[in-house]
């Protein structure tokens, strides 16, 4: 038999694999398993950036601790002002100064509101983030679970349409086989289309010397799409 009526077998039965296939993947199992996976894979990033996130806002806290220590010392200092005064301290000075305080003060004040803020959103998202983590690591036990299931459910059918191509695929040349297997898990399909007024089901337009090549039930590769192309 000419490869390709094997190969047109093949791809007929084939065509039932891949129903079956879409439909598991269609399924509503399937699309909440990987909903939560990717939520899985994805959550140790999500909490690294909290984790950094965090440091920060600590790390500015700290840093405004600082700074108010440092002007409460400056403060306490004016407690001997009188005396500074009578020994003969610039009073001018010290007023610039204190002017200077009650202006880093205010500023402060605004930063430590903003921190604040800050603080609270960060705590918000945390809390959001743990929701989420635990409600999807649920549905990722529940939903791993139900998937398995409804591959299970379709196990005996996939298997007897394997049986099936096993068989077909016997009497086509391994070589075609597996190029026909890699176009197909590339998600060609159909991989093997008739010639249609000397053009692939692509477009491509086929060379009368090609055309030739596909005498006595040959098939060449179509140089766009790489299905695999026949002359009926
Ligand atoms: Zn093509």
Redesign the pocket.
């Given at each position: 038999m000419p490869i390709s009526k094997e190969l047109l077998e093949y791809q007929t039965v084939d065509a039932e694999l891949r129903k079956i296939e879409q439909e598991i993947a269609a399924s509503e199992e399937r699309k909440k398993f990987i909903q939560a996976k990717k939520f899985m894979e994805t959550a140790g990033e999500k909490l690294e950036a909290q984790d950094k996130r965090a440091r920060e806002l600590k790390a500015l806290a700290e840093k405004l601790t600082e700074e108010f220590e440092e002007i409460n010392k400056t403060i306490s200092d004016y407690a001997d002002l009188d005396e500074m005064v009578e020994s003969g301290g610039d009073i001018a000075f010290y007023k610039k100064s204190v002017q200077s305080l009650v202006e880093r003060l205010r500023t402060m004040r605004g930063e430590l509101s903003k921190l604040t803020a800050d603080i609270e959103n960060a705590c918000e998202e945390y809390k959001r983030m743990k929701k989420q983590t635990i409600s999807m690591q649920k549905q990722y036990k529940e939903y791993s679970e139900k998937f398995k299931e409804v591959k299970s459910a379709r196990a005996e059918e996939v298997k007897a349409i394997s049986d099936r191509l096993e068989k077909i695929g016997a009497n086509i040349p391994p070589e075609i086989l597996a190029r026909y297997n890699v176009k197909r898990r590339e998600r060609i399909f159909p991989v093997v289309?008739p010639l249609t007024n000397g053009r692939?089901?692509?477009?491509?337009d086929f060379a009368i010397a090609q055309q030739g090549a596909l005498s006595g039930g040959n098939v060449i590769e179509?140089?766009?799409?790489?299905?695999f192309?026949y002359k009926e």
């Open positions: 289309a692939c089901i692509c477009g491509m179509c140089e766009h799409c790489h299905r192309i």
